[in-house]
């Protein structure tokens, strides 16, 4: 019975479609701009994520907070080889630790000064770092050269330098003297979004740590780099017990970033060093507010259109209801059930709403394919956005949800004309006729 | 036969001097050598800049520099700046505040005292020690001819131009020095307005000092003149060099 009801809806679909015409062009187009709110939220997503996980956290992160005494305190880990030993062997299949300063300075070209967020890095060890941020001028493989840096074009721009000039840094050390160091710019790189800032300067860790004044074993963090995302929190919590079984005093778990961490670790009484164990999510936490927003967003505008989609469906089903009485009462003569006649009409409903759906899939995925890396954006957008170019990112489950959406808001629009179109009686066939 | 002879006792003569005909590195060299003494030395400096917004500042501060090249700045005035101090012992170059109390590491490339002067002008002369020099061709100005030198700082050396352009007169006499960063883009152009000379009571050589220097930053265009005054070659007391000294000064 199925298959004569699907197609006598789709003949009844064929029969209309004219008239059906405009209903099928607002489902498919506001189906194609919740696919493109979809794609552009999937790709914000991926872009915060590997901006997090590149520049400022890995997956997982191990910090060590340094107090030299009660009222002075240092993201360090004063021996980093002691817990790299401790940490390697855990890392998932696609991962590896890298090590990391992260550090504070004002920068001074002649008169000329501006501020920045200083990266160190172990210059052969960070090729998805270089990929991000790429050097558009000069070398980034040359911060391997004692004394070198590289600057992003923003603060090039501020201090009026360019590859091979000198940067002058001024920082304070671990015991608030300050200190200062030439850096040699090596490269000059582009500034990836919001994170850019994080991401001024990048040097060698050896650079950062004459700068600070540290001894030769001292790294900011170990991060967990990896291939692909994986499910960082069980790896965390296993780190946590693995150091504590070895003695490391680990902080407990809490969903902050590290810099928010120092003020109130400062509060407390002891000094010597304590581990913390972190997530990207706990490092990123301060800019979960852009992926709620644009979450929020789509949602919105996906409730908006379930809302189209049902009353255009009511509306057009409706009409069709009462201009082919005759036809349902003619059906009902010749002996079809009552829920029968409701789900030819439920069928057309869902028809329609998924012909619309997968027309509007289609044209959405057109329009993301077009748009996909092609389109720059201003730079408050970049900030906001985390990308340069406006990056498109399709997700299988949420597509699928979005065509379930539209299709179940069709069903739920069809519903109330099939329940009246199978309360016609036979003999309305006839009072058409009569 | 005769010219033949005057000709060959000639060549005999001037060959030997055209063959040792000075490298552009041996006039630098000599352009130190004139212009340093082996004694202690302290001075009065002066300096005087204005800035494009018109606004104008008057630093004095004496300079003290050992035989061994160990390095003292102490401000004396304006008021507010007064105390402030720079020290350098070997390569290390620290900033004292005297408001604050506390001691900056700072580097020799850095401005000093909140002006466009850097420490390596009141060093000794040191051009042949820290570049390689090339002459380049001689230059005419107002019917004067001066020859004129690029400079390269030599690998690893700490200087506060990465290169550097001077005219010398004929009595190898720096009359004008443009400094340049490593890209080649100009910093800060000096007109040396007048020396006098001092005699060395260590060698009892004379040798030449500056005795106004005029000083114009390329980008932003701030210009400074800097004088000198009560040159000493006496010996120093070696505890100035100390950042003792210098925090004691405070309290004088």
């Known amino acids: 019975m199925l298959f004569p009801l699907i197609r006598l809806a789709l003949r ?57 005494h009660p009222d002075a305190i240092t993201p360090l880990v004063a021996d980093g080889r002691i817990i790299r030993k401790a940490v390697e062997g855990t890392e998932p299949d696609g991962c590896r630790w890298r090590e990391r300063i992260y550090g ?33 001028k000069g070398d980034l493989s040359r911060l391997s050269e004692p004394g070198t840096i590289a600057i992003s074009q923003r603060i090039a721009d501020k201090l009026k330098v360019q590859v091979g000039d000198f940067v002058t840094l001024f920082a304070s050390t671990t015991f608030s003297r300050r200190n200062a160091l030439d850096g040699r710019v090596v490269a000059i790189t582009e500034t990836p979004g919001l994170l850019g800032d994080t991401s001024g300067v990048i040097a060698s860790m050896a650079f950062l740590r004459e700068l600070y004044a540290y001894q030769p074993n001292a790294v900011g963090v170990l991060q967990l780099e990896c291939a692909s995302p994986i499910n960082p929190d069980p790896l965390a919590e296993s780190l946590r017990a693995k150091l504590k079984e070895q003695g490391q005093p680990v902080l407990s778990p809490s969903r902050e970033a590290f810099a928010d961490k120092l003020t109130p670790l400062l ?6 060093q304590k581990l913390d164990v972190s997530t ?120 699928v949800n979005a065509l379930l959406l539209v299709s ?27 | 036969m005769r010219k033949l002879s005057y000709s060959v006792l000639c060549a005999l003569l001037f060959a030997p001097a055209i063959a040792r005909a000075q490298t552009a590195q041996e006039v630098v060299a000599q352009i130190d050598a004139s212009m340093n003494t082996t004694s202690d030395y302290k001075a009065k400096a002066y300096v005087r800049e204005k800035r494009p917004d018109n606004t104008e500042r008057a630093v004095e501060f004496t300079v003290y520099r050992s035989d061994i090249d160990d390095l003292l700045f102490f401000v004396s005035a304006p008021p507010s700046l007064a105390g402030t101090g720079y020290l350098r012992i070997g390569k290390n170059l620290w900033e004292y505040s005297a408001l604050a109390g506390q001691w900056e590491r700072r580097t020799r490339r850095a401005d000093i005292i909140g002006t466009i002067t850097c420490e ?45 352009r001077i005219w010398v007169d004929s009595d190898l006499k720096i009359v004008k020095r443009e400094g340049y960063a490593p890209s080649g883009k100009p910093l800060r152009t000096d007109i040396i307005k007048a020396y006098m000379r001092l005699k060395d009571p260590k060698t009892g050589k004379s040798f030449l000092h500056f005795r106004e220097v005029f000083e114009r930053q390329a980008e932003g265009g701030t210009v400074a003149v800097i004088s000198y005054d009560a040159v000493e070659l006496e010996p120093l007391n070696k505890t100035i060099f100390t950042k003792a000294w210098l925090e004691g000064r405070m309290f004088r």
């Open chain 1, 267 to 272: 509060r407390e009484g002891w000094y010597g």
């Open chain 1, 104 to 136: 504070h300075s004002v920068l001074a070209a002649g008169k000329r000064r501006s501020e920045s967020f200083l990266i160190g890095v172990a210059p052969n060890n960070e090729a998805g770092l270089f990929g991000l941020v790429k050097g558009t």
């Open chain 1, 12 to 68: 009844n679909m064929l029969a209309q479609s004219r008239r059906l015409a405009a209903l099928h062009i607002l489902i498919v187009t506001s189906t194609a701009l919740v696919v493109l709110l979809i794609a552009i939220d999937g790709g914000v997503g991926r872009s915060h994520r590997r901006a997090i996980t590149t520049l400022i956290s890995g997956e997982v992160n191990v910090t060590g907070f340094y107090k030299v």
């Open chain 1, 408 to 434: 179940v808001g069709a069903a739920v629009g069809a519903l109330l004309p099939a329940m009246k179109a199978s309360r016609a009686q036979p003999r309305s066939a006839m009072e058409s006729v009569l």
């Open chain 2, 120 to 164: 390596s002008d009141f060093d000794r002369s040191r051009m042949a020690i820290d570049y390689n020099a090339t002459e380049e061709a001689p230059e005419e100005v107002n019917g004067a001819k001066y020859r004129k030198f690029l400079l390269k700082a030599k690998p690893g050396v700490e200087v506060t131009f990465m290169s550097l």
């Open chain 1, 280 to 399: 990207w999510e706990d490092e990123g936490v301060f800019l979960t507010f852009i992926t709620s927003g644009l979450g929020a967003l789509t949602f919105l505008v996906e409730t908006i259109v379930l809302a189209v989609v049902i009353a255009g469906i009511f509306m057009a089903l409706s009409v069709a209801v009462r201009e082919r009485t005759r036809e349902v009462g003619t059906l009902r003569a010749v002996g079809m059930q009552r829920h029968h006649i409701a789900f030819m009409f439920l069928l057309e409903g869902l028809l329609l709403g998924l012909m619309g759906a997968l027309g509007g899939l289609l044209l959405g995925a057109l329009a993301c394919a077009a748009l996909s890396g092609n389109v720059a954006l201003p730079e408050t957008l970049q900030t906001l956005l985390f990308q340069r170019k406006m990056v498109l990112v399709l997700e299988p489950q949420r597509v």
